[in-house]
Each structure stands twice: as C-alpha cells, then as structure tokens.
C-alpha cells in the first residue's frame, strides 16, 4: 500500500473539463467586436488591416475545440494579434483556414473615435507599435512576442523600449528629443527619442 494517497478524478474528468464552442465564441466575438477591432486597429493602424484581422481571427476560431472554456477570450485576442503581426510583417498565415464563406463586420461610427487617445500608438513604425502593443498593453511576455513575430527577444526588447519612449514623450507633449529610460525584464538602457 501507498503511504500517500490522492483521490482520483479520471472517472469525471469530461464532466470537469468544458471546451469552447462555436457557440461560444460566436457570442464572444459579437459582445467583444469592438474591443477585439480597437486592438485590432492599434496593432495595425489601418482600418481595411484590422478588419481583414479581426475576420481572420474569426475563422482561426471557428471549429476549434480544444480550447479551455475560460481561455476563449485570450485565445480570440491572441488570434488578433498573430493575424496582425502576420500582415503587417508580411508573414505567410500557416494556419490559415477557408471556412468557405464571406464574413463582414458591421460598420461603426465608433470604431475611429475609440482610437484618439492611441495617436502616439498610431504613429510608432510598424515593428514598434506591434510590439509595443503586444507586450505592454496585451502582456505577452517579450519571449512570446518574439516568437510570434518571428524575431528576437533582443529585438523585440529594443522595440518596446523606443516605442514606450515615444508614446511617453508623447503623452508629455514634448515631441522634441528627450533622454528617458525604460526598463524591461532583460533591457534596461536610456534611449533618445
């Protein structure tokens, strides 16, 4: 006999575990469209970009079945993201699936207005404004995001840096060259902006 004994839960283990279905994430995307299309819009900063994402993300989510119930939302944002950075970095969709039907998002007055506290997001570089997105406002670790991004962790790190410097100097409203530092995890180093 076992000096230590831990009760079982392989007889229940399909009644504890509950995935997404397509339901789910039907209702997800329709309650959150517009906060999926604003992260959308921010990692892109191009309307036609960020929708074409956010369908994207749409069909990348339908018929997935191996998702944790309570990991939709993050999985639907993540999505967003990986579609973004995928067009925006020009960088072929390997997941790419043809649901063999057109989706539209509905139009909305709101969806630029949203965005006017973003503007310093909007004009960073490209590579910046994805990682900085991704990893201060989404945090995705600097790791993760490189990956996704298919660059390095250093790389990513020197991204964020300028970006946060930028949006910083930004939101001072000083758009001169200012000296500040930023620190993250790895980097920490004064950039002049």
């Known amino acids: 006999m076992s000096v230590l004994h831990f009760p079982s839960n392989r007889g229940n283990c399909r009644e504890t575990r ?7 994430f039907q209702q ?3 309650t959150e469209i517009t906060d999926l299309f604003r992260l959308s819009l921010q990692l892109t900063a191009n309307a036609e970009k960020a929708e074409r994402c956010v369908i994207d993300a749409i069909k990348n ?21 990986q579609n973004a950075i995928r067009l925006v970095l020009d960088i072929e969709n390997d997941n790419a699936l043809d649901m063999g039907c057109e989706i539209h998002l509905q139009p909305s007055e ?3 207005r949203e965005l006017q506290e973003s ?3 909007l004009e960073l570089p490209d ?5 900085f997105v991704t990893c201060v406002l989404e945090r995705l670790s600097i790791l993760d995001c490189a990956l996704l991004m298919r660059k390095s962790p250093k790389d990513v790190c020197d991204a964020v840096e300028r970006a946060t410097n930028r949006v910083a100097s930004f939101e ?3 758009h001169s060259k200012t000296l500040t530092t930023f620190r993250t995890g790895t980097c920490n180093q004064g950039l002049v902006v």
């Open 119 to 121: 503007v310093a997001i």
């Open 28 to 30: 997800l995307f329709s």
């Open 172 to 174: 001072d409203g000083s």
């Open 127 to 131: 590579f910046d404004r994805l990682a």
């Open 18 to 24: 509950s995935f997404t279905t397509n339901d789910d």
């Open 61 to 81: 989510c339908s018929g997935r079945t191996t998702i944790a119930r309570g990991f939709a939302r993050v999985w639907a944002r993540r999505m967003v993201i």
């Open 110 to 112: 709101n969806r630029i």
